[in-house]
């Protein structure tokens, strides 16, 4: 590995590190009457892993803010090929000579 790509791979643990510390959150928030009950998600935002946004209008007694798995996942692996590419990119130059002669 050569200089350039010890700096994006230094780069990508950094951001791998912030996106865990401050992951997405996500409120769900559930309905229920006599006919029916409803269920829907509503974007928490960004916010520090050891506390969560706080869900300041409760609308029902079953609300509740989570982590959103599902766009953490997004991110890490949006990062995950832009650093690999990256590092593709800044492949040294003279090893790929030598390899097709």
């Known amino acids: 590995m050569n200089k350039k790509q010890k700096v994006i791979s230094l780069l990508a643990v950094i ?4 996106m ?8 769900e928030v559930r309905f229920s009457d ?8 509503v974007d928490g935002g960004y916010a520090f892993i050891f506390k969560p946004p706080i ?12 982590i959103n798995y599902f766009r953490l996942l997004e991110q890490q692996v949006i990062v995950a090929v832009i650093t690999w590419a990256f590092i593709i990119i800044f ?6 000579d030598t390899a097709v002669n």
């Open 15 to 18: 951001v791998f590190t912030i």
């Open 20 to 27: 865990i510390l401050y992951p997405p959150w996500k409120y």
């Open 34 to 41: 006599e006919n029916n009950a409803r269920h829907f998600v």
């Open 55 to 66: 869900v300041r209008n409760k609308l029902s007694t079953n609300d509740r803010c989570t």
């Open 91 to 96: 492949k040294d130059e003279k090893k790929i």
